[in-house]
């Protein structure tokens, strides 16, 4: 069984690698900062509205607050692997549009080192941006042409964890990540006439971005009467500042919208039809600011968990790719809970499985037209046990709402879905038999 999850592992890392890069998403805010920032967790958090900061469970990898991977056996072995997808509609005033996705979302692993030191390993997307966005302005000097400005963007950054987690006393755990940020951003500013005979102009920067990053985590925890239990948790990221480069290049084409392709096809498969006005490459500052945590859960061993997550970050004041002026403090409120009847029912299998459910609120970071845009949505999953009470297949599934069509913005209007499966096993047992 062991070779097998080694082999498991090492295939799909191997092939997954480069789907990471190719992540992509479709929204305009996510042409501000660093594009969509994923800091839900795995499913398990996700279904739960995103509680990740107080959240303890020993059969679940919870990267977010490094503390909490010491909830596992010291004897076991966690191997998560999940895919997620989304469906969304984009609306203004004016006009509207569908999209959805499906990709790779992580990989991970954690297990024992000793009785009190505990350590997980994965990768998952951070970041992702992916837009294209169409503004047509009046051509005074033809009344019959229209100037026609694109805006193109995609890429993302992807993480790569290593978590450490340590039983300091009883009742307290503390943990840390160290996270490798790395990724690419391809942005396109376009302008042509819708003419045959017109060129255009494309401004493109092509970004390369890399960082070693931590975050810190603290959780206390106890139990009383037997069988209720709370947890309080913390967590703190520290600032980043990212390795930087930008290959800006100024290009005179051909109008490629009447190829009916856009500007990355066309610049891919038309290279002897656009000439290259300039290039240069340089640094380019690129921040995200310091996170802050806090969170608590409470419950029935076994049966119940309830409890809620507050995140704060400060952008007021960063800096990042092409803007400074846009950006507010950013606030989450996340609440959740799990219920399972009856974790050890040997009659009734829906009795074992886990139902979950949650809510959650976003005061984003991007100010556009004085409006913050607020991303709000409730949450539901399912855990269902396999072979035995441990190992299971997750399911999340999360209906939102960000933005809005007042003051020229859009809104969109998503569900999102999950699933993921939790392979878990004692590894480490030393058995008198063979």
């Given at each position: 069984m062991i070779k097998k999850y080694l082999f498991i592992?090492?295939?799909i890392t191997l092939t997954n690698i480069y789907s990471f890069s190719q992540s992509v998403t479709n929204s305009p805010y996510s042409r501000f900062g660093i594009g969509d920032i994923d800091r839900n967790g795995f499913n398990n958090s996700r279904a739960m509205g995103g509680l990740?900061?107080?959240?303890?469970?020993?059969n679940?990898?919870?990267?977010?607050?490094?503390?909490?991977?010491?909830?596992?056996?010291?004897m076991s072995f966690i191997f998560d692997l999940g895919v997620n997808g989304i469906f969304k509609n984009m609306e203004s005033t004016s006009t509207s549009a569908q999209y959805n996705d499906f990709a790779f979302d992580h990989i991970a692993m954690s297990f024992p080192i000793k009785k009190w030191w505990f350590a997980s390993f994965g990768?998952?997307?951070y970041s992702k941006i992916g837009y294209n966005i169409q503004?047509?302005?009046?051509?005074?000097?033809?009344?019959t042409v229209n100037m026609h400005y694109d805006y193109y963007g995609n890429g993302g950054i992807n993480q790569l964890f290593l978590s450490n987690s340590f039983i300091l006393f009883k009742n307290l755990s503390v943990g840390f990540n160290v996270n490798y940020l790395f990724g690419s951003?391809?942005?396109?500013?376009q302008a042509y006439l819708d003419t045959e005979n017109s060129y255009a102009t494309v401004v493109s920067n092509k970004i390369s971005l890399n960082k070693l990053t931590y975050d810190v985590g603290l959780q206390y925890y106890d139990e009383f009467a037997n069988k209720y239990f709370y947890v309080f948790g913390l967590t703190y990221s520290n600032k980043i500042k990212f390795n930087g480069t930008n290959e800006s290049a100024v290009l005179m084409t051909e109008n490629y919208n009447l190829y009916g392709v856009n500007v990355v096809d066309y610049l891919a498969y038309y290279s002897s039809k656009f000439d290259t006005i300039s290039s240069v490459t340089s640094n380019i500052k690129v921040e995200i600011p310091a996170r802050y945590s806090v969170g608590f859960t409470a419950g029935i061993k076994n049966k119940l968990i309830i409890g809620f997550d507050y995140t704060y970050q400060d952008w007021s004041n960063i800096e990042s790719l092409n803007n400074s002026s846009n950006f507010e403090t950013d606030e989450s409120f996340k609440f959740g809970l799990a219920y399972t009847p009856d974790k050890y029912s040997l009659r009734n299998y829906h009795k074992k499985i886990s139902y979950k459910a949650g809510m959650y609120l976003n005061n984003s970071y991007i100010k556009l037209n004085n409006e913050q845009i607020k991303n709000y949505g409730i949450t539901f999953g399912l855990g269902f046990p396999i072979a035995n009470q441990r190992t299971s297949l997750n399911l999340s599934c999360t209906i939102g709402k960000r933005g809005t069509t007042d003051n020229g913005l859009i809104e969109e209007n998503y569900t999102a879905f999950g699933i993921n499966i939790t392979l878990y096993d004692f590894w480490f047992i030393k058995r008198k038999f063979q």
């Open positions: 592992i090492g295939i990740s900061t107080g959240l303890r469970v020993n679940q990898i919870n990267y977010m607050n490094p503390a909490a991977i010491s909830a596992q056996d010291t990768l998952t997307p503004q047509i302005d009046e051509y005074p000097p033809i009344d951003v391809e942005q396109y500013n």
